[in-house]
């Protein structure tokens, strides 16, 4: 369209008078530009040449009065009288003022003090700080000294200084004699310049630093100064050449570029430098600029008012030609890009358009789409066709009669191919009506899914939660109506998270779906099966005379099918499942209360070895209102720091010396008294409390064995929880820092049990405590049913022998052959080991003479407070027998 309206305006601005309007404006833009760059070169050069010759005539001003008055300093220097009366050195001093003009000249004497000045009298003053002065003291230098700015006490502006040594007649240092020149000399040679514009003129030595300057580049004090003095080209260029004139840049310059001029001063290390800002340089050239610009604004705005009136006439007459034929052209795209079909029929239901939707949803003949053909003849198509309502065989009258009304409706017809056609109505004005065609299948079926999927697992089909609360409710009041009680049943995989793990998440999937299939092949078209998510499924059993029975029956057939292997990817996957159930009664008034019942027995049956079922017992509840209770009261115990740790001693069997000691956890409950380990402990894992206790444990167990014997060693042990955390390495490094304890003195100790549920999760985890040190044992070895491969897996230092083997070695031939077997795959592997539950002197000597290398036990002591243990006596039978 924006192509279409240029097109238009270039057909009208064809015309005589308006190309000769466009042709004088670029003739008159470009003689304005050529001008523009012709005076702009000329206000260059004119710039140049005049900053060169500023800075030429203020080196010459500045050389004669340097000269002169250095001069007159060479000229004492030579003359020094040996007498040091106060009038001799005003008459030494006085014979050079008539050349040095307005200089104020004085001698200082070797210690610094002014001794004259040819200002006449003044009083004492010491210079033995001032630079000049150091530096003649240090140095027997016979160079004039030139200053950089300073501020005399007797001027209210800065001044430079002019310096030279004086000697004794034997060389030996005598004193200065020093020039001050205030900065008039380089304003009067400012105010001298007769230009209309007055540049920065500066006297810069050849080591950079500014001696004086003005102008309006420079600051109030006369020393601070703007751009153009410290753009970095300025140093380069007095490097390499005696005098030069360049253009600053304005990114180094500040907003402004400068024309800048520099030229050495003749026999002395210092440069002149004069500067003058763009907007000075081009004053002439900008305001010439700005009457060019508005001259030939001028005549273009004239030229563009000419062009425009010209051509607007012709414009309304091309716009009033065309209008009616865009608007056409207008509606047959929309009506041909429409998404939807479209169709208009007038009060004698005939065709008065429609597009090539409408034709194709219905399969039309193209004669059949023409302006005048009637609704039943289209109708009659498309019930030959099959593209007509399924809902009656004759629908040609009805449809007749229906499409005209007097208000909108809309219409959702079943066509005979399947699909799904939804058509809206609006009636006209000359009593015929437009109608919208929209094929909704595709969105039906869309609705269709999203509400499967609302109520269905997408993994295996099943019923989800939200579905099975319904389907529980539904139960729950047939029972109230009828007294048909059921049983709700819910199940969790055993040992489904090693699938996972050792085969990945689509192996678990797949698992998932067969468990599905299997679950589903042992229930009754009556029964209800759902997934509730993870590995957790549930089934709803009514219909029995005794459900409680029925529940017991069902059960034991899924427990022996589940365990049954599975096939995933070539491989057999054993697991089990655990089960819960819970049978409704008249107290039982929703399903969050039924599906809580079940709960609390699947938690009772994993409690109990899993791979089997329970049944809700009024006592589970009571203790999981106890465990509840006492979860309470140990979120308030991590809050408040209610443990203490015992320390049960590790014996060395060689030496017979304590080496060690494990830390275990003690809870003195207020009300419950001592809390053991085994009550709390997984409880806190089930809370994720763990954590918070796990670093509580690390953190005061080394900071007790850091006051321990150097060759002692203190045991934390780590959970299967604690393993997954990937903080837990950073744990023990800030529990070693701040306890100060070695790391080769901390032994974390990881049961076999969590080595077998964190599998290759925690070996990077095992390997980072080897690198720190730390050394890592594997506790209660023997009762997690591990391979003996996992000890060449892991990084294990020591192997214990849990107490259940120690117990019966003296009672069960297989229980000594176990522990005799560890201590050989041990020694061979060069793990140390540590034999646990010792407490009697025959199981001592027998594990002692078997080789293994320390010991652990009642026998050996009680756990007990740190401040009990004993790392310097050794063990002995009698001492046993004692603590025994």
């Not at 008055?69 to 003359?79: K, R, V, Y």
């Not at 020094?80 to 008459?91: F, I, M």
Request: glycine fraction near 6%; aromatic fraction near 8%; hydrophobic fraction near 45%.
């Amino acid at each position: 369209m924006e192509d279409f309206r240029f097109y238009r305006w270039l057909d009208a601005c064809l015309q005589p008078a308006s190309v000769i309007a466009i042709v004088l404006l670029p003739v008159v833009w470009g003689i304005i530009f050529y001008e523009l760059s012709q005076d702009r070169k000329r206000s260059d050069e004119v710039a140049l040449r005049r900053t060169a010759a500023i800075s030429r005539l203020l080196e010459n001003d500045i050389y004669r009065m340097i000269k002169r008055t250095d001069e007159a300093l060479i000229a004492l220097q030579g003359s020094y009288p040996e007498d040091q009366g106060e009038a001799v050195l005003r008459s030494w001093l006085a014979r050079a003022s008539t050349s040095v003009g307005t200089a104020r000249i004085r001698f200082v004497d070797a210690t610094g003090i002014v001794r004259a000045s040819n200002r006449g009298a003044s009083a004492p003053d010491d210079q033995s700080d001032r630079e000049y002065f150091r530096h003649f003291a240090a140095v027997n230098y016979n160079e004039l000294y030139l200053s950089p700015p300073f501020a005399p006490r007797w001027a209210g502006t800065t001044a430079l200084r002019l310096a030279r040594r004086v000697n004794h007649r034997d060389g030996s240092f005598a004193g200065v004699v020093v020039a001050s020149l205030d900065h008039g000399f380089i304003d009067s040679f400012h105010e001298s310049l007769d230009i209309a514009i007055h540049p920065t003129i500066a006297l810069i030595g050849s080591d950079g630093a500014l001696r004086t300057a003005r102008g309006p580049d420079v600051a109030t004090d006369g020393i601070t100064f703007r751009s153009p003095l410290v753009d970095p080209r300025l140093m380069h260029e007095t490097q390499t050449s005696a005098a030069g004139v360049f253009w600053t840049q304005p990114p180094l310059a500040g907003n402004a570029a400068h024309v800048v001029a520099f030229h050495a001063v003749d026999d002395y290390p210092f440069y002149v430098m004069a500067a003058l800002p763009e907007t000075d340089a081009f004053a002439g050239y900008f305001h010439n600029e700005k009457t060019y610009l508005i001259t030939g604004w001028g005549i273009t705005i004239a030229l563009m008012i000419a062009l425009f009136l010209a051509t607007s006439r012709e414009l309304k007459v091309q716009a009033a030609a065309k209008s009616l034929a865009g608007i056409n052209e207008r509606f047959q795209a929309s009506m041909a890009n429409m998404p939807h079909g479209l169709s208009m029929f007038d009060r004698k239901q005939r065709l008065v358009i429609c597009n090539e939707r409408y034709r194709e949803m219905y399969r039309l003949p193209a004669e059949l789409t023409e302006p005048g053909t009637t609704m039943r003849a289209i109708l009659e198509e498309r019930a030959r066709t099959g593209t007509g309502p399924a809902e009656s065989e004759e629908f040609i009258d009805d449809w007749l009669d229906d499409a005209y009304t007097d208000e909108p409706r809309q219409v959702v017809s079943e066509l005979r191919d399947g699909r799904t056609i939804a058509i809206d109505f609006q009636p006209m004005a000359d009593g015929g009506f437009v109608a919208v065609h929209q094929d909704i299948t595709q969105q039906r079926a869309s609705e269709a899914k999203i509400a499967y999927l609302a109520h269905h697992d997408p993994l295996t089909a099943l019923l989800n939660r939200a579905s099975l609360v319904e389907k529980i409710d539904e139960y729950l009041a047939r029972a109230r109506r009828g007294g048909e009680h059921f049983a709700l049943l819910l199940l969790d995989l055993d040992r489904f998270k090693q699938v996972n793990d050792s085969y990945g998440h689509p192996a678990g999937d797949a698992l998932l779906q067969q468990v599905a299939a299997r679950l589903k092949s042992e229930l009754r078209q009556t029964d209800v099966l759902a997934r509730l998510g993870g590995d957790e499924f549930a089934i709803i059993q009514g219909a029995e005379v005794d459900p409680a029975a029925a529940a017991s029956a069902l059960a034991g057939r899924l427990t022996e099918m589940i365990a049954r292997p599975f096939n995933i990817d070539r491989s057999e996957v054993s697991i089990g499942i655990s089960i819960g159930i819970a049978i409704s009664n008249d107290h039982v008034t929703s399903a969050g209360r039924l599906m809580k019942m079940a709960d609390l027995a699947l938690y009772q049956t994993k409690g109990q070895g899993r791979n089997n079922f329970s049944f809700f017992a009024e006592s589970l509840e009571e203790a999981a209102n106890v465990r509840n209770a006492l979860e309470t009261d140990l979120r308030h115990a991590v809050a408040q720091g209610d443990f203490v740790l015992h320390y049960q001693p590790i014996l060395n069997a060689r030496t017979g010396l304590v080496d060690g000691a494990e830390a275990l956890i003690r809870w003195p409950h207020r009300t419950h008294g001592w809390v053991g380990p085994d009550r709390f402990i997984p409880l806190a894992e089930e809370s994720g409390l763990i954590g918070e206790i796990g670093q509580w444990v690390l953190r005061t167990a080394c900071r007790d064995a850091a006051s321990w014997p150097a060759r002692t060693k203190v045991a934390v042990n780590i959970s299967a929880v604690q393993l997954r955390d990937p903080m837990i390495v950073d744990y023990v490094i800030c529990a070693l820092a701040e306890s100060d304890l070695p790391p080769e003195r901390l032994e974390v100790e990881i049961t076999e049990t969590a080595l077998i549920d964190c599998g290759i999760e925690c070996l990077d985890i095992l390997r980072q405590f080897k690198a720190l040190g730390v050394t890592i044992a594997l506790d209660d070895f023997g009762t997690g049913y591990s391979s003996l491969s996992q000890l060449t897996m892991f990084p294990f230092d020591k192997i214990k022998i849990d107490k259940s083997f120690t117990s019966r070695m003296t009672s069960r031939a297989d229980c000594a052959a176990i522990i005799a077997g560890v201590l050989a795959l041990a020694h061979s592997l060069e793990i140390a080991t540590t034999a646990e539950g010792v407490e009697t002197w025959q199981q001592y000597q027998l594990l002692k003479l078997a080789g293994v290398s320390s010991l652990q036990g009642y026998l050996i002591k009680r756990p007990g407070p740190v401040g009990e243990l004993d790392f310097e006596t050794p063990f002995s039978r009698k001492e046993s027998a004692r603590v025994a």
